[in-house]
Each structure stands twice: as structure tokens, then as C-alpha cells.
């Protein structure tokens, strides 16, 4: 018997309206937080949008779980410690799916709108896709579905957990946190690091709780206070549209996969292979960037 | 799932909520747009590339638009978008005279068309630039 889990998505709305609020009237007092108009509508207003997108064809992915789960090879228990347990495998499971959606294009051209901001404040953080449902990615629920039954129910509650967890940490209001608590769990200045842009900070930190998974699979890389934050993409987007912010990674993938003149291989590769491919070599993907900075900085010691 | 939110509180703190913070964050100045200058587009410059030197900026008369070119030949637009100035480089055939301003077109979906006032003889330059580039 499932216990009756509540949507905490839909209970943590009105703390976002009254946490942001808090938070400009913080920025306009110390100057340590920056809201532009613009920019915030189109987070908010991407925020919105997600929301509806995700209540009119969610059920298309739990449909396909719920398909799944009749396949289940076992059957997790729903008491307090496996709903626990279960939190804390989605949350590595949370943690592959972030470090796909950075490193192949076709789940980036979704992800990519979260990054789009050159802002870091708690509206930041509502600036969703609006292409979650269409992508597959709920198929990476699979294994904990299928291979432990975990109940898509059990799932969509300890996301939704997670999803407001990650809420607070988008905040430049907040430097850093006892260091038991920065060892363990994602904070505001772990997540900073991975809105940067600078070189230096480019694909790290992909946690969405525990940032144990960065530290473990050696993703991790620390805030340097000599090195302040520069916010958004590597090519930033110069548009407050919000249709622009959704699709404008969807229409240049296709644009790019369907080109003439390229094998069907470099197609493929335009779509699933990390975001700056190119067939010729004019692009620069996050480990080329990287290494470039990397090989700048020695040459300048 | 269980329990939520009943939909005229949820409804009410988006529709409520989101125009409250707007409209504060209006009123607090988020809408000022902050004027180009050389300084912001050397460090935009810097950013972008730390080894990129400035050699010719010329930046629209209300400061929300600039472009730029480094000693090294290539160039760039630089654009105020309210308090967060970016910069994209300008691949061959983005400038194109249009009346009395420059067209910039990136073919980027991410980035839409502009459109820079610039003075006759600063005009004349880039156009001149367009025609190298292309």
C-alpha cells in the first residue's frame, strides 16, 4: 500500500514567491544580489511554462513507467527508510542525468534554457525547459523502476524533493556553509561554480542533493573566491524571448544535422555528441575550452 | 500523488506573485540599461578570449550596442542587455547596411537581429569590414 505522498512542487510555489521576494529586498539592501526586469520575467515566465508542460504531458512518462513497474523484478518497500533510500538513489540517478544533459546535445538543447541567465539569483532557478517530456529522459528512471520497483509514484514524490531542494541553492546571497555540510551536500557556492562560464568551471559539479557523486566520479571542482562566477554560456544568448530561450538550441541542432554535405555519421554526431561539436572543426566543445585555459595557464607559469 | 496545492492558492500566488516581483524589481531599477563603454568591452574582450587585444570600438550613440575589432583581425558585437553586457563574435556575412544603420545577423536563433546606428564615416568602416569578412 503506497503512503498518500503529497506534490511538494505545488506546496513550495508560494515559499518561491515570498523567498524571492526576501531575496530583492536583500540584494537592494547589501548590493550582493542583482535582478534584472527583463531577465527575471523570462526566468519566471520559463518557470510557468515548465510547470504547464510538465502537468499537460507528465502523464505521458509515468504512463511508461507505470508499464514498466508491472515488469519490476522486485518490489521496494514505501515505508519512511525505503522512501528514504530511494531519495538518495534518484538522486545519483538525478546526478547521470545532469552530467548527460551537459555532455550530448540532445538533451542539452533542453537543459541549456536553466543556464541561459547572466544571472545567479533564486529566479535562476525557475528558469526551466519546456522540452522535459519530449527528450526520453524519464526513460533513466528505468533501472530504478524495473531493477528495484521503486513505485513511479515513489519517484515523482523524491524528485519533486529534490527539484525544491535545488531551489536555494541558486542564490549569491549566501558565500559558503560549515564545511561538513559543503563536503556533503550541493550548496550555493558548489552550484555557482556550475552556472559558470569561465573555462575553469565549465561541466563540473552536476549534483542535485549530494555532492558526494561530484567528489566521487571527480567532477567536483571547489569555488576559488580569486576567480568570481561569470554567469551564463559560453555564447551567451542575447534574447529575453522566452521562445527563443526554449527552442533556440532545438532549431540550431537541427539546423545543423540536416545541413547538406555531411555524412550520416557527423549528423548523428550534430545530435547526440557534446554540445560545440562540428564536423570541421570550427567549434569548441567544454574540454577543449578547457584545455586550452589549462594550457594558457601553465604556459603563463 | 497526494495532497497539493488547491489549484485558486497556487493560481493566486503565480498570478499575484510574479507581478508583485516585477514590479518591484522595476522599481528598484532593473530596467536601466547599462551604457557600453571601453572599459566593459575590453573586459568583455578579456573574458572572451584573455589574449584578444582592442583595436577599433565604435559604440552606438545611446551605448547599447558596440562593435569591435582586435589587432588580430577578428570581430566582434558587443550588446547591453540590461545590466549584463555579452559579446559574440561576427561570423563572415553578418553585417549588412540597412538604410541608415548596420543589420548584425549571427544565423544564431539564439541571438536576434540588430540593428546599429552608427555615424556615416563609422558605418563606412564596417561596411568596409563586411566586405573583407565576406
New interface residues.
Partial sequence: ML?????VV??A??VF??T??LE?AYG?LTRKV????????AS?SMG?GNLVIDTLFGFIAFGVLMVLYEWRLMTWGTGALAIAAAFVLDDLRYYVYHRLAHESRWLWWGHVTHH?S??YNL?TALRQTWGGPFNLAFLLHAPLVVLLGIHP?VL??VGGVNLVYQYWIHTEAIRRLPAPIEWVFNTPSHHRVHHGRNPRYLDTNYAGVFIVWDRLFGTFVPEEDEEPV?Y?LV???????PL??A???L??LAKDAVQPGITLGERLRYVFDRPGYSHDGSRQTAPMIKEAWEA?RRADH | ?????PLP??AG??GV??P???L???L?G??RHAALSEPIVRQLLA?ED??AELDLLHLDPDGHVALVRTTDGRRFVA?A????P???ELPAGSLEAEGEALRVR?G?????I?RVRLPPEQRAIWLEEAGHAA
Fill in positions: 503512503p498518500d505522498l503529497p506534490d505545488s506546496f510555489v508560494p514567491v515570498v524571492m521576494l530583492l537592494r542583482r535582478f534584472d526586469t527583463r531577465d527575471t520575467a519566471l510557468v541561459s547572466q544571472h529566479s509514484l515523482a514524490f561569470r551564463g555564447k551567451n544568448l542575447g534574447t529575453y524571448n527563443r530561450i527552442f533556440h538550441e532549431v540550431a594558457r | 500523488m497526494g495532497a497539493e496545492l492558492i497556487l500566488f503565480i506573485g510574479i508583485l516581483l516585477l518591484l524589481v522595476h528598484g532593473g530596467s573574458d584573455p589574449s550588446w542587455m540590461e545590466s549584463s555579452t559579446l559574440r549571427l544564431d536563433p539564439g541571438w536576434p540588430h
